[in-house]
């Protein structure tokens, strides 16, 4: 009998357990990709407390600029990089993604650019996407478009 009630008891209780009306994010990305290495032609320079934002385009809807970089980060030549990304709506297919970056220099300096090396990496769980990229430099303060190799 007092089996009984514990489980009639947890019944009730799971009854008036409170709902959150907060949507989850529809679907989280793992965006990855790779700088060039040291090359003569790169100088192979290291961006110390920089920032990066990626918005992507869908088949159904856009997302917002998401920060990408929380306490900012170091990027050096040669090393691949990978973001959690949550746009917190269905995007549909993603058709392409633009970066945006900011090396944080508090002096001015020349333009400063990621050389990029490979195709851009948006993965879920369902699929791996590779997006082509129209040149290998990421200039700052610029969008860099990407769009989806098919």
């Keep these: 009998m007092h089996a009984v009630q514990a489980s ?77 990304v949550a746009a917190g709506k269905d995007l549909g297919e993603v058709q392409s993604l633009v970066l945006f970056w900011d090396a944080n220099t508090w002096f001015w300096t020349s333009t400063q650019y990621l050389w990029q090396q490979g195709n851009v990496n948006l993965r879920n769980m369902n699929t791996t996407a590779a997006y082509r990229t129209p040149r290998p430099t990421m200039e700052e303060k610029k969008d860099f478009h990407t769009t989806l190799i098919r």
């Design 8 to 84: 009639q008891a947890a019944s009730e209780e799971e009854l008036h357990a409170p709902k959150t009306t907060t949507p989850m994010p529809v679907v989280t990305h793992q965006l990855s990709f790779t700088l060039q290495g040291k090359t003569a032609e790169n100088g192979g320079k290291k961006h110390k407390g920089a920032d990066m934002w990626v918005t992507l385009h869908g088949s159904k809807a856009s997302s917002a600029k998401l920060y990408l970089t929380p306490g900012r980060i170091d990027f050096e030549p040669g090393e691949t990089y990978t973001f959690l």
